[in-house]
C-alpha cells in the first residue's frame, strides 16, 4: 500500500467528487481535506477484512473495489463492486461495529481515507458538515435503491443484461471486438448479483455466447453486440 500523503487540494478535489461528500461546502470539505490521507491498493489488496474494526472511512477516488463475504463452503459472495465516489463500508463506520464484509481492489485503486474518531469530532464540531452529509446520504439511497431496482426485477435475461451494460459503462474497456469487462465472475457470482439460481445463469450466459453478445474470458466478459443487449434489457 503506498501513501500519496494530505495535500489538501487534490483531497479537497476528491473529496467534491465523491457521493456523500460532494454536497458539503468548500469549506467543510477542505476541513475533511485537512485530516484525510489518500491510499493507493494494488490489485489484490485488501483495504479491510471481514471482521475488522471499522476505524477507517473510505471512499474510492479511482480503480474498482469488489466488497464480498466468504462462505461457509470457501467461496466468495460479491456483495457490491464500487468505483470513483462510492463509499465502501460506511454503514459499519457510522455504527461504530467491525466491518460485515471484506474489501479487495479487483485494479489498481486509490481511496480516500479518513480516520472514524476525527469524522466524527468534526461533525460535532460543524453542524453544518452533518446537513450536507445526510444530502449527500440521501442521494446515495436514492442511487442504490434504483440500481437494486434495475438489478431486480423484470426477466432474468433483462437483468443480466442491464448488469453487463452497467459493468461496461463503469469499467469496460472498448476495442475492436467489442467492450472488455476485466471483471472475472463465476456463474454463481453472476447468479447472486441479480437474485437467479446457477443453473439460469449458466442457461442464459451459455446461450448469449453461441450468439455472440457476451464471450466469457479468463479475466473477464467481452460484450460483443451492445446493441442487442441493450434490447434485451428493455424486454
Known sequence: MRDNGSVADPLHDALKQTTIFRRLSAEDRQRLAAVATVHDFDRGEYLFREGDASDTLYTVVSGRVKVFKTTARGTDLILEIFGPGDPVGAVAVYES????????AIEPAACLLIPRQTFFALLETYPSMVRGLLTGLTHRLVELTTRLTELSTGRVEARLARFFLKLADTMGQPGEAGTFVPLALSRQELADMIGTSIETAIRVMSRWGKDGLVRTDKEGFLIQDRPTLE???LS
Request: aromatic share 10%; net charge positive; charged share 10%.
Open 97 to 104: 461495529r467491525p466491518y460485515p464484509a471484506s474489501a479487495v
Open 231 to 233: 434490447s434485451v434489457a
